[in-house]
């Protein structure tokens, strides 16, 4: 018997129909993946499994008999728990706290930090996850913050644990990590639900696919009986070899070059860049390329080096000065570092050029709305408004909004950091769709990825990083796949 059964499971918001009537079985044990485009009906069917929101109709089955799954605590008392792409913690606490949140150790009503400490050192040591318990959660990276959440996931009596994104911000020894603890819990009779945009994740850890497509169920399969081109035909419908857009654009003027640059995380580094040229940065996260990038952007300061910028010398001592240049920063972590998540679309989209909408201290309203509407028209941005707070949006729309914000602005280097983190397979070739159009207008682009087929595919120029240094440099598709790993990894 499956130890879950959805049944015409359905959610309205009113005319609106975010999960379609669909029905799926769950095995006991199983490693369940659930694909499908940003809007398909992947948060929704979370919500639904974990209480976050009621169904509007059909059943839902646990171990054979009808429940309702009308809280949290309904889903977490039969043994339901989820870990989200955003961690849910308490960033002001140590990790012991965070993974014994709600199920602390008192005795004589006072609470055993020293205990707890201990037991959550275990608990990681034995996860095989290299953490702190005694660490603030917030000192640790996004990435460290994400086991922390596995681990207190899959302590609460959990026998069916939802994973969505989860390798989205780890490392490669990190995400190891975590697949062998998935391997572990499934060896244990635990049911796992993966949720991913990372096809080869899917074909590495999962029994089953299940694809969703605008809020319907349109097929599971085994995953030895289907492909990458199956699944994203059944998501998308749109050929796989459609979805990495590059266009022959001719190159134009010299925009950028780095000459020796070196600095914190990062040394002797020369590059150029061109106007219609992606130049790709590619490496393990940690390898330097990030560091690098921000040295660009003056957001941290060289120690050595040199760079010109159109020909002419330029200290980039600030990230004023790079903005004034033209040099336009989408940050790896867009909901940090990219975006007020507080604040409405619009607003986001003309922050960087208030000073030319302002007359003293008056906005002119109509110039503003016609430069947030102008953005949210041309880029596709998915939404009702541009008064819409940018917390409401996909990832993939937020990464747009970012985009717009420099659009607006004029800029003429984009560096793109990570910029199809969390977004699934239709969007991306939105993205990869809008960065040849930068190109064709005379832009240039720096791309840094961690995933080896999207710079491969897209850069006219491919540098690897290792330890801060670069060892290997390519034009489109000169090296293979292996060799640039291997030059990334050092074997």
Not at 162 to 183: N, V
Not at 228 to 245: C, G, K, P, S, T
Not at 348 to 355: E, G, K, M, R, S
Not at 357 to 369: F, I, N, P, T
Request: glycine share 10%.
């Amino acid at each position: 018997m499956p130890i879950l059964q959805l049944r015409n499971l359905e959610k309205h918001y009113g005319h609106v129909q975010a999960l379609k009537p669909s029905s799926l079985n769950f095995t006991r044990g199983e490693i369940h993946a659930i694909v499908g485009e940003n809007g398909a009906g992947k948060s929704t069917l979370i919500k639904l499994l974990t209480g976050v929101i009621r169904r509007t109709g059909g059943t839902i089955v646990w171990n054979g008999t009808e429940v309702d799954l009308a809280s949290p605590n309904e889903a977490i008392a039969h043994g339901i728990n989820a870990v989200h792409q955003e961690v849910v913690l308490c960033r002001h606490l140590s990790v012991a706290a965070n993974i014994f949140l709600g199920d602390e150790t008192v005795k004589f009503g006072l609470l055993q930090k020293r205990a707890m400490t201990r037991a959550a050192q275990t608990i990681l040591d034995d996860m095989g996850f290299s953490l702190p318990a005694d660490a603030l959660l917030g000192s640790l990276t996004i990435g460290q913050q994400q086991l922390v959440a596995t681990a207190r996931a899959s302590l609460r009596g959990t026998k069916f644990i939802i994973f969505d994104e989860p390798t989205a911000y780890l490392t490669r020894q990190e995400a190891a990590q975590l697949f062998a603890l998935i391997r572990r819990l499934q060896g244990e009779g635990v049911t796992i639900v993966y949720i991913s945009h990372r096809m080869e994740e899917v074909f590495e850890i999962a029994d089953r696919v299940s694809v969703l497509r605008d809020g319907l169920l349109v097929g599971t399969r085994n995953i030895e009986d289907t492909n990458d081109a199956e699944l994203v035909a059944l998501m998308i419908n749109r050929r796989l070899d459609q979805i990495y857009h590059k266009e022959t654009i001719p190159f134009g003027k010299l925009l950028l070059q780095a000459r020796s640059l070196s600095g914190k995380g990062f040394s002797d580094i020369s590059i150029s860049v061109r106007a219609g040229e992606i130049v790709g940065l590619y490496g393990l996260i940690g390898a330097g390329r990030s560091e690098f990038a921000l040295s660009l952007f003056g957001r941290n300061p060289k120690t050595s080096g040199d760079i010109e910028w159109q020909g002419k010398p330029v200290d980039i001592s600030n990230e004023r000065t790079a903005i004034n240049l033209g040099i336009a920063l989408a940050p790896e972590s867009r909901r940090d570092q990219g975006l007020n998540l507080n604040l409405p679309i619009g607003l986001n989209i003309n922050l960087p050029v208030y000073d030319k909408l302002s007359r003293g201290l008056v906005v002119d309203a109509g110039e503003e709305k016609r430069r947030a509407d102008l953005q949210i028209r041309n880029l596709g941005i998915k939404t009702p408004s541009r008064r819409s707070l940018a917390s409401s949006m996909s990832g993939g729309n937020q990464q747009k909004i970012v985009i717009g914000k420099w659009l607006n602005h004029g800029a003429e280097l984009f560096i793109f950091d990570e910029p199809t983190v969390g977004v699934d397979v239709g969007t991306k070739a939105e993205i990869y769709r809008l960065f040849a159009e930068l190109l064709r207008n005379g832009a240039g682009i720096i791309l840094i990825s961690s995933y080896l087929p999207e710079v491969y595919e897209l850069a006219d120029t491919l540098h690897v990083f290792r330890d801060g240094r670069l060892t290997g440099t390519q034009t489109y598709r000169e090296k293979s796949h292996e060799d640039i790993l291997a030059e990334a990894i050092g074997v």
